[in-house]
């Protein structure tokens, strides 16, 4: 069965976003600062129609973080915009543009029906109200045997996580603190539901943890 | 001068101990598994006066956390032994028996007075009322010329780091959750203190991560 894969980038002191999150700003105070090693990279300017870049070893862990992906599962933090602007004179239709990085449906949970949203490139949004087995299950028949990647954030992952739903998840560890904000692991107890550290790459001002299903 | 290195094991999501800590646990339930990676390496072992044991990529590590180390500072839960005891008809002298594996003078971090204790092997155990600066000078005097050991706890690791005294930091981070306990980072706020990671070794069960003054 095609895998759910989940990717986060996490501070040395467990924080997936900064303080004082909302849905203009998802990634809270500072948070923005976990992402520092992805940008500089010529894979992920690439994927967002810009030139230029450099290659490290970071480069080979974005490559696969996207490989083999035929659909994406997000949170409604992570789509975006005020709930009551999504059918509203002028919706709001995610981060990304006309053209987002994705080219692959896209399932976003949320307690807000909403129709489906086709936009460039391939990429679809569906709005999933039925809860995270729903979406999973929706987003596994999209992706047609591909895998699934869980986008998070930090809620999203955590319940999947805690049903057991995860069958690997890269951690992109950010040697930095935020000392504040929104932990992925709180409340997902003392035991990593069946996942256990394979491999471990260290690149410039990030270590990335894949762990996997033994 | 002298450098203050600081050692620690900590979890995936941060804790440097688990819940229901105590004089008696200092560790708390759970906590003994982030020093997993310690127990079977013949160095450790031998430290302890053990025989046997395996060699692995944590090996080069424990040897450079002690390399070069002419005394200890420590936190009073790290040695031990409740207060009312300590004088007392049989009085605690720490968990490690009468050759404990220091062979240095270690400084006690306390609010509780007590005679110097001084057991076999070198090792010997100075009880500073004075707080963390004055247990400082004290062990960088006794190391003449050495670098300091700062062995935890977490609290006490964690006056030195916001006082920018810590010229070091070892982080072994076992990728394990323990959900609850005693966060390393808790109150150190957003940033390092001057420290950035200058290395990272992925060995069994553990990924060392050490950072420096740059």
Redesign the interface.
């Known amino acids: 069965m095609s895998k759910l894969r989940l990717g986060i980038s996490m501070s040395?002191?467990?924080f997936v976003a900064?303080p004082s999150q909302s849905v203009d700003n998802p990634l809270g105070i500072?948070g923005m600062r976990l992402h520092e090693w992805v940008f500089p990279l010529r894979a992920f300017r690439q994927m967002h129609g810009l030139e230029g870049g450099e290659v490290n070893d970071s480069t080979a862990i974005l490559e696969e973080t996207f490989a083999n992906i035929g659909a994406t599962v997000m949170g409604r933090n992570m789509f975006g915009g005020h709930p009551g602007s999504w059918d509203a004179g002028e919706p709001w239709n995610g981060w990304w543009g006309n053209n987002p990085p994705y080219h692959h449906p896209v399932f976003v949970l949320t307690h807000h029906a909403r129709a489906p949203l086709a936009l460039e490139g391939g990429t679809t949004f569906t709005f999933v109200t039925g809860g995270i087995e729903a979406a999973l299950e929706q987003a596994r028949r999209a992706a047609n045997g591909k895998d699934v990647f869980l986008a998070g954030g930090a809620n999203a992952a955590r319940q999947y996580l805690v049903a057991n739903l995860v069958d690997e998840m890269g951690?992109s560890l950010s040697?930095?603190?935020?000392?504040?904000g929104e932990?992925?692991?709180?409340g997902?107890?003392?035991?990593?539901h069946g996942l256990?550290?394979v491999r471990?790459v260290?690149a410039s001002?990030v270590?990335h943890?894949k762990?996997a299903r033994v």
Do not use: H, N, W, Y
Request: glycine letters at 18%; a negative charge.
């Open positions: 040395l002191d467990g900064g500072g951690i040697p930095i603190l935020l000392g504040q932990r992925q692991f709180d997902v107890g003392s035991d990593l256990e550290l471990t260290a001002k270590i943890l762990f």
